[in-house]
């Protein structure tokens, strides 16, 4: 079993940047392929980005391509969301999921562990 607890939100102005980060506890993190999603209000969770457990198979929602990036640190038990170029829509609760697995994983219903989250507010 893996708890998770993401840090790193707040509010920001349009265009700036937030680096989340979501801690793990357990020595087996390495075992953990990763995943960002946000939820924001009145709308439903959606996938933002996704990290293999090693590090090297990496996948973006489109809406956040190139202006987010995903990253870990095994030997931390850390994995990161970098964001730049906030956008007012990108205002939610962001959380970090984790699933035992080999693979990369998109899906919400695939992970089996969930922080608790951490708001994002991008002020226009």
């Known amino acids: 079993q893996v708890q998770l607890v993401e840090s790193g939100g707040g509010l920001v102005q349009a265009g700036g940047s937030l680096r989340l980060s979501c801690a793990a506890s357990g020595r087996t993190f390495s075992t953990y392929a990763m995943g960002w999603f946000r939820q924001a209000p009145g709308k439903e969770r959606e996938f933002v980005a996704c990290i293999s457990r090693s590090g090297g198979s990496i996948h973006y929602a489109d809406s956040v391509k190139g202006r987010f990036t995903i990253s870990r640190d095994n030997a931390k038990n850390t994995v990161y969301l970098e964001m730049n170029s906030l956008k007012p829509e990108d205002t939610a609760v962001y959380s970090c999921?984790?699933?035992?697995?080999?693979?990369?994983?998109?899906?919400?219903?695939?992970?089996?562990?969930w922080g608790q989250g951490t708001q994002v507010t991008v002020a226009s």
């Open positions: 999921a984790a699933v035992r697995g080999a693979g990369i994983y998109y899906s919400s219903n695939q992970y089996d562990y």
